[in-house]
């Protein structure tokens, strides 16, 4: 069994910085890439930042120069650095952990970013 916890959502004013982290742990077995996506309401789930094992990372051209991806592989967890928000940033965001075996989702967090 697999358990994802995520932390770090919250409010914040345009311009402000949050960092968001998700914690992996149970039977995980050869992970090849931790990323975070997002879904605003009405819209479709978006990817936001991925990272691969081997330290790759690909950001959506909304987010790039304003976000940070990193991992810590002992730890099976995942970090968002998230600077400069901005209004339209506000989403639920989702961790998601792709091993061999299959893919795993975080409950979500709120962010909102006030104008």
């Known amino acids: 069994q697999v358990h994802m916890v995520e932390s770090g959502g919250g409010l914040v004013q345009a311009g402000g910085s949050l960092r968001l982290s998700c914690a992996a742990s149970?039977?995980?077995?050869?992970?090849?890439?931790m990323a975070w996506y997002r879904q605003a309401p009405g819209k479709q789930r978006e990817l936001v930042a991925a990272?691969?094992?081997?330290?790759?990372?690909n950001y959506a051209d909304s987010v790039k120069g304003r976000f940070t991806i990193s991992r810590d592989g002992a730890k099976n967890t995942v970090y968002l650095q998230m600077n400069s928000l901005k209004p339209e940033d506000t989403a639920v965001y989702y961790c998601?952990?792709?091993?061999?075996?299959?893919?795993?989702w975080g409950q979500g967090t709120q962010v909102t970013v006030s104008s």
């Open positions: 990272i691969t094992g081997g330290g790759s990372t």
């Open positions: 998601k952990v792709e091993s061999r075996v299959s893919n795993y």
């Open positions: 149970g039977s995980i077995f050869s992970i090849i890439a």
